[in-house]
């Protein structure tokens, strides 16, 4: 079957209009990453009773299929009620949507199905179970010519037989006409049924509405069905009457009947069964028949004594009885003594006899048959015996008369509780035929059956498709829609299904005909389900977003949003509004947060008040709250006044605990002001205040904020004093409440430990707040504590393996708050941090975070860390050795670099992706192609002269070590040119170097002497660091080895070999000093013929020899390269 698409798109303000492209893109990015771990979303859909596919986040879609007909059938109430969407938004959308969405202009998720698949899936799934929705014939309703061979010609008023399946809701079916018997193609549309369930209207009257929400409201509202069995007659009008309405006496128990010894054919049976045919006889229903008709065939032993448990002999004496009946023309006692025969046969597995019992007792011949429970009992006992020996079209053709019952006496529903397909088969006809009035009742019925049973799970979808139907016709409701979507809600809780129940909640809620208990009861749903709803992704906060509907629902149930006086319960309002407060500040909309104290406050709380004046308490309590926020809103003026008008309210005669808080909440706003002096008067009050009232809580407060006042003011020692004080003091209470509080001292007082180089007890004191951070279970505290230990052990004493430690725990941290986007980062850093250690088990563990890493990046479409992941795996591929994989992932990290469009950063990648090979030992040439045929153009064209300058001097090094000299020529040239239009000396005097190395390796001597010269001439004078001297010996003994070997001129070089010696003495050099003394040594014995320089130089390289235990010195020329043809002179 085709899957069904479900497309997403978020809309805005009152009209649903689309939302902004940018929106879009958020829903798109969730999409993703629900592509990538469906675990949510296929619970999600398991409750909507469908079944995922796939996510194509490009288009916005999820792709749904179904295999049975309730499946489909449910997931349209669903759709229908408005469920989709808000079970959506619960899966995708940040907690701050739900505060955002308390605005007029806000945004949600809309959901929109293609009707005509979901109709094509209807029929295919029908035609798979093998369920007729209509059977029989059907007469031509107008004169049609055939338009083709496959086609009947119909004349008006033809009877057709129905061959196979007629479902209305296609446009053709198979018919056999009856006057010639061809068989074809017949239009749907062309022909109507010889007999008809219902009327042309599917559609229910002001009664049928009135009728269908009372029973609907037996349902909802009396919580369980009655115990007895109700009846129905027919009046003089033709019309069923249910008599058990008014009836309120309680159900007799059932007769008993001894069994008495029988002998066929003789006359004094007749006796014997006298008062057995007696009160079964009578074509008028009697209560005590219900009990018999409702026995299963166990109980109906128990009817009967004398048989020793012997079915047979009761058998044996049923069948007398009935002999004796239908001889005396007793028809109605016959009929229902065949009934109980037929009972007793099935409870046996005796079928086929219990049928021909079943079908006598409706073959008995009677005037009308008024005993409407009666006939319904033997139909749905036959249905069953029909069905179970697969005769399927008598089970159809009796099924057609049980649904005619059932839609005309639903207490008869109590005959098919053992088989519910019968009522089934009702509603996909009633679903088919579109008939909303049949569809209605089908479901009352079936909703009714399953109560009866104690089967909530299976009442459910009835019930949900009730509400449906029940808010489409016009009328007065009986049942409030509010309630039945909250009783649902409530079943939905029972049955674990979170994400159904809190968007019944919310329907409830949000109903007109809500009320102020149905707003606080699905508060209290959405409390309970809202751990289940999110999985790992579990809140740690007290009051989950999602409440904030409610909270302001029943605000406005209380008049304090829209300033009309409401109940006038002020203690409720203010804990309304403070819970609101409160998540408006945990979100950071404190702005929002603010508006709505001021709102009770200056409804409630002033005393000028209409509606009526809270106390002093809980007013000082609300502006308390108020200062605070307005002191997060950074406004402490504000906030001063606040406080000050508190204090003035206080007796002043009685000190409070509220009065120290008061005094500590001023230090803060008077150190947000910069007024340190007063500030920490107040914190000093604070603490005499709350030493007096005994309060340590908030004394230890005031002593950790006058701590981080005096280490504001530099006044470490006393800041030190004051923080210990208050850790000694938190850590002596009990309590969750103050393990937040212990864990941010312990934080700061480490953080002052760190910043003074104390690391030990900086470390102790980090891990001591960790450690309270997880007794809490507070996930935001954890984690600040984590990222501090993580910078500790990075920046401040690096140790890679505590690092990782840590940094693993805020990855586990981060998975279960399901933050993507930082972990993703955590997980980059940590395979980072294994890249460091250098060894092959560390580099493959970095490879799986890589990956994983890589995984996020995708999910998220942050296309530029996506691109750095792929290299990152490469380039650990190549540290591994794994070559044939190295290229591949190169290609795609470039490929995703391209697709961002960004030049800049396609031309980082290319350079990075050059590094993976230039920094390696192995395949360095590979970084030629990344940094001369890519990178290097895009740098010329974006004129990123850093780049360029950059990219030329790693070529240069590159073909220098593949000896290409003379396209290494080009790039050195280049970089030159780029330095010394820069400016920069350094890179100049390297590019100097670089070329006269390049010279001197092409045979280019005077060049490579030139450059040499001008590299020397852009060092720094006078000489600074030990460093540069050694370049000096480097270049100038280069320099005489050009001129001696080379240029073949031993008097120039000598010059240059005492340039060098002399800064190799500079520096201590000894090895160099032997070196350069030994070539002077030989120049001036060998070429330059100055035999007291010589000796000179060669007792020097001597002394030289004997500290670096060289043992031999060689002065001949033959020594020297390029000089074995000079003979020396005598």
């Known amino acids: 079957f085709p899957a069904l698409p479900m497309l997403l798109a978020m809309v805005e303000g009152p009209d649903k209009l689309p939302a902004d492209e940018g929106s879009q893109e958020v829903l798109r990015g969730k999409l993703r990453l629900l592509e990538a771990d469906s675990i949510e979303v296929n619970a999600l859909f398991m409750e909507l009773s469908a079944r995922l596919v796939s996510i194509n986040c490009e288009e916005n879609a999820i792709f749904v299929t179904f295999k049975t007909f309730e499946e489909i059938w449910r997931f349209t109430t669903y759709y229908t009620m408005g469920f989709l969407g808000q079970c959506m938004e619960n899966l995708l959308l940040d907690q701050d949507f739900w505060l955002s969405s ?8 809309e959901i929109s199905i293609q009707e005509e698949t979901l109709n094509l899936m209807y029929k295919g799934i029908l035609m798979q179970e093998g369920n007729s929705p209509t059977t029989g014939s059907c007469v031509a309703t107008v004169e049609y010519d055939a338009g083709g061979p496959d086609e009947l010609s119909l004349e008006q008023g033809d009877r057709i037989i129905i061959v196979g399946l007629l479902v209305s809701c296609f446009e053709w079916f198979t018919g056999r006409l009856e006057r010639t018997g061809e068989v074809g193609l017949v239009m749907t549309t062309l022909v109507r049924p010889a007999d008809s369930l219902y009327g042309s209207q599917g559609n229910m009257d002001a009664h049928q509405q009135a009728e269908l929400r009372r029973k609907i409201e037996e349902i909802l509202l009396k919580g369980k069905m009655k115990s007895k069995v109700p009846h129905a007659t027919v009046t003089t009008n033709g019309t069923l009457e249910d008599q058990s309405e008014t009836s309120k006496t309680t159900l007799p128990s059932g007769p008993h009947f001894t069994i008495q010894p029988v002998e066929e ?25 219900g009990a018999l008709y409702g026995q299963t065939p166990e109980r109906l032993l128990a009817t009967f004594t004398g048989h020793s448990d012997d079915v047979d002999k009761l058998v044996a004496y049923l069948s007398v009885a009935r002999e004796t009946a239908r001889k005396k023309r007793l028809h109605w006692s016959q009929s229902r003594l065949c009934f109980l025969l037929g009972k007793l046969c099935a409870g046996r597995s005796k079928f086929s006899q219990a049928r021909v019992y079943f079908e006598e007792a409706l073959s008995v011949p009677r005037d009308i048959f008024t005993d409407m429970l009666m006939l319904a009992s033997i139909y749905a006992n036959l249905a069953v015996i029909y069905l179970m020996q697969k005769n399927t079209e008598k089970y159809l053709a009796l099924s057609e008369r049980i649904a005619a019952l059932l839609m005309g006496i639903p207490y008869c529903v109590s005959t098919v509780e053992k088989d519910s397909e019968v009522l089934k088969f009702i509603l996909k006809k009633a679903v088919l035929s579109h008939n909303k009035m049949a569809e209605a009742r089908a ?30 016709p016009p009328g ?64 740690d906060v007290a009051i989950p977003a999602q409440v904030a509907p409610y909270l302001s629902r029943s605000l406005s149930f209380t008049g304090r949003l829209d300033g009309v006086g409401g109940t006038g319960d002020h203690t409720l309002s203010q804990a309304l509004t403070l819970c609101l ?59 001063l006044d606040v406080l000050d008008s508190v204090l003035a309210s206080m007796p002043e005669h009685c000190t409070t605990p509220q009065e120290g808080l008061v005094h500590n909440m001023r230090g803060v706003a008077l150190r947000s002001m910069g007024d340190l002096r007063r500030a920490a008067e107040s914190y000093q009050t604070a603490i005499d205040v709350c030493e007096e009232c005994e309060d340590r ?69 980090y891990e001591w707040a960790l450690l309270m951070a997880i007794k809490s279970n507070h996930s935001d505290s954890q984690l600040s504590v984590t990222r501090r230990l993580c910078h500790l052990y990075r920046a401040v004493c690096p140790d890679e393996a505590q690092c990782i430690i840590y940094n693993e725990h805020q990855l586990a941290l981060l998975v279960t ?62 540290l ?55 990178a290097l153009p895009i740098a010329v064209k974006t004129s990123s002269t850093e780049v360029r300058l950059r990219l030329s001097n790693k070529l240069v090094e590159l073909l220098l070590q593949m000896k290409l000299y003379g396209e290494a020529v080009e790039y050195a040239q280049t970089a030159l040119d780029i330095s010394v239009k820069l400016g920069n000396r350094l890179n100049e005097r390297v590019a100097f170097h670089r070329l006269a190395t390049l010279y001197h390796c092409l045979g280019q001597f005077e060049l490579a002497e030139h450059y040499y010269l001008k590299a020397l001439s852009l060092c720094p004078t006078p000489l600074e660091f030990d460093e540069e001297t050694l370049y000096y010996v480097r270049v100038y003994r280069t320099l005489g080895d050009i001129i001696f070997y080379d240029l073949k001129d031993p008097y120039d070089a000598a010059g240059y070999y005492h340039l060098a010696l002399a800064a190799a003495m500079d520096i201590g050099n000894k090895k160099s000093q032997l070196q350069l003394c030994t070539r002077l040594a030989t120049i001036y014995h060998n070429f330059l013929v100055d035999r007291e320089l010589s000796l000179f130089f060669y007792q020097k390289a001597r002394a030289f020899a004997s500290d670096l235990n060289v043992r031999r010195i060689n002065l001949s020329p033959l020594g020297l390269r390029g000089w074995a043809h000079i003979h020396s002179v005598s």
């Open 817 to 878: 708050r399901g933050d993507r986007r930082q972990e993703g980062e955590v997980l980059e850093t940590i395979s980072q941090l294994y890249l460091s250690l250098g060894t092959e088990r560390a580099r493959r563990s970095a490879l799986d975070y890589t990956k994983r890493s890589l995984g996020i990046f995708i999910d998220l479409g942050r296309r530029e860390k996506e691109a750095y992941a792929w290299l990152q795996a490469g380039k650990i591929y190549h």
């Open 697 to 765: 809580a908030n004394w230890a407060v005031a002593e950790a904020n006058l701590g981080l006042l005096c280490l504001k003011a530099g006044a470490k020692r006393l800041a030190e004093q004051h923080l210990t004080e208050a850790v000694e003091m938190l850590s002596a209470l009990e309590g969750q409440e103050h393990e937040v509080n212990f864990t941010t001292v312990l934080l700061e007082l480490g953080q002052y430990y760190v910043n003074q180089r104390h690391l030990d007890r900086g470390k102790i004191y």
């Open 581 to 639: 407060s409160q998540l408006f500040q945990e979100h950071g909309m404190l702005g929002h947060a603010v508006r709505s104290m001021h709102t009770l406050i200056d409804h409630h709380c002033a005393p000028s008040s209409s509606s009526g004046t809270s106390s002093i308490p809980e007013r000082n309590i609300a502006l308390v709250w108020l200062a605070w926020l307005h002191i997060c809103n950074s406004q402490p003026e504000v906030s």
């Open 102 to 109: 308390l605005d007029q202009e806000y945004f949600a998720i």
């Open 476 to 539: 007065v409701r009986s049942v409030r829609p509010s309630h039945g979507y909250l009783s649902l809600a409530g079943l939905y809780s029972q049955l674990s299904l979170p994400h159904l129940c809190v968007s019944s909640a919310r329907r409830a809620t949000m109903h007109p005909s809500a009320r102020l208990a149905d707003c606080l009861n699905g508060m209290g749903l959405v409390l309970e389900n809202t751990d289940r709803l999110y999985g790992i992704r579990k809140q």
């Open 265 to 289: 054919g003789t006359t004094t049976n007749q006796e014997k069964f006298l008062p057995l045919l007696s009160f079964l006889g009578g074509s008028n229903y009697k209560p005590e028949f």
């Open 443 to 472: 479901c009352f019925l079936l909703a009714k059956l399953h109560w009866r049973r104690g089967e909530a799970a299976d009442t459910i979808p009835f019930l949900e498709r009730l509400l449906v139907l029940l808010a489409e």
């Open 880 to 934: 591994l050795g794994q070559t044939e994989l190295v290229d591949l992932y190169l290609q795609v990290a470039q490929d995703v670099g391209v697709s961002t469009g960004d030049t800049h950063f396609i031309l980082q990648l290319l350079e990075a992706g050059g590094d993976v090979f230039f920094n390696s030992s192995t395949e360095r040439e590979k970084a030629v192609c990344f940094y001369g045929d890519r």
